[in-house]
């Protein structure tokens, strides 16, 4: 890995801060032609921060993957069911690089849920960890399997915050600026955890 441009020495032996990742882009010379991808993070059971952060780290831990950014964290009501019936979540937004196709995003994002005892059982039912693809490039597609963009994520402050957050020039293709749709719903019962914070995978 060292090409001799006087290079530092192995960047693995200590933690980069997360304020200079972004300058320090080498990882992506191993991902050919990679495309930017989103994806939301949302836990109400089990200790969520813990496993917010192990979603992250299994992500980072993909083949044809790179992690770029990760969001704040928000502590957010239910979506769907009745109030009080459920813990609150915490969410989180990632961006990401990749190689991989949105099948196989998918994929990895179904195994990670599995690996963290996700249980399907019921709609908007409470879940350990929920791994959702929010966009994937430019790409539009209504496949029941994978609709993209994500067709409820231009309804749902707890995606839009973090998101904006990352990126406040984001677009969802199709649905305009993510800056302009989170100011026309608001942030109704979605609160920002200042005292609480996700890391990029090591």
């Given at each position: 890995?060292?090409?001799?441009?006087?290079?530092?020495?192995d960047?693995?032996?200590q933690?980069?801060p997360?304020?200079?990742?972004e300058?320090?882009d080498?990882a992506?010379?191993?991902?050919s032609?990679p495309?930017w991808a989103?994806?939301?993070?949302?836990a109400n059971?089990g200790?969520?921060l813990?496993t917010?952060?192990?979603?992250?780290?299994?992500?980072?831990?993909?083949?044809?993957l790179?992690?770029k950014?990760v969001?704040?964290v928000?502590?957010?009501?239910?979506?769907?069911?009745e109030?009080?019936?459920?813990?609150?979540?915490?969410?989180?937004v990632?961006a990401?690089?990749?190689t991989?196709?949105p099948?196989?995003?998918?994929?990895r994002g179904h195994?990670?849920?599995?690996a963290?005892?996700r249980?399907r059982?019921?709609r908007?039912?409470p879940?350990?960890?929920d791994?959702?693809?929010?966009?994937y490039?430019?790409?539009?597609?209504?496949?029941?399997v994978?609709?993209?963009p994500?067709?409820?994520?231009?309804q749902?402050?707890?995606?839009l915050?973090?998101?904006n957050?990352?990126d406040?020039?984001?677009?969802i293709p199709?649905?305009?600026?993510?800056a302009?749709?989170?100011?026309g719903?608001?942030?109704a019962?979605?609160?920002?955890r200042?005292?609480?914070e996700?890391?990029?995978?090591?």
């Amino acid at each position: 890995m060292n090409n001799g441009l006087n290079a530092p020495s192995d960047p693995t032996v200590q933690p980069v801060p997360a304020s200079v990742v972004e300058t320090v882009d080498a990882a992506d010379t191993t991902l050919s032609n990679p495309k930017w991808a989103v994806i939301a993070l949302g836990a109400n059971l089990g200790n969520r921060l813990e496993t917010l952060q192990g979603a992250i780290d299994a992500l980072g831990d993909t083949p044809g993957l790179r992690v770029k950014a990760v969001s704040p964290v928000y502590e957010t009501e239910p979506w769907g069911v009745e109030p009080g019936s459920q813990p609150s979540y915490l969410n989180a937004v990632v961006a990401l690089k990749t190689t991989l196709p949105p099948s196989s995003l998918l994929e990895r994002g179904h195994a990670i849920e599995e690996a963290f005892d996700r249980v399907r059982e019921e709609r908007w039912g409470p879940r350990t960890i929920d791994v959702d693809i929010v966009s994937y490039a430019d790409v539009v597609s209504d496949d029941p399997v994978l609709t993209l963009p994500h067709p409820r994520a231009h309804q749902r402050a707890f995606v839009l915050a973090p998101w904006n957050d990352i990126d406040p020039e984001a677009q969802i293709p199709g649905r305009g600026p993510v800056a302009a749709l989170l100011a026309g719903i608001g942030l109704a019962g979605v609160a920002p955890r200042s005292d609480l914070e996700l890391r990029l995978p090591e």
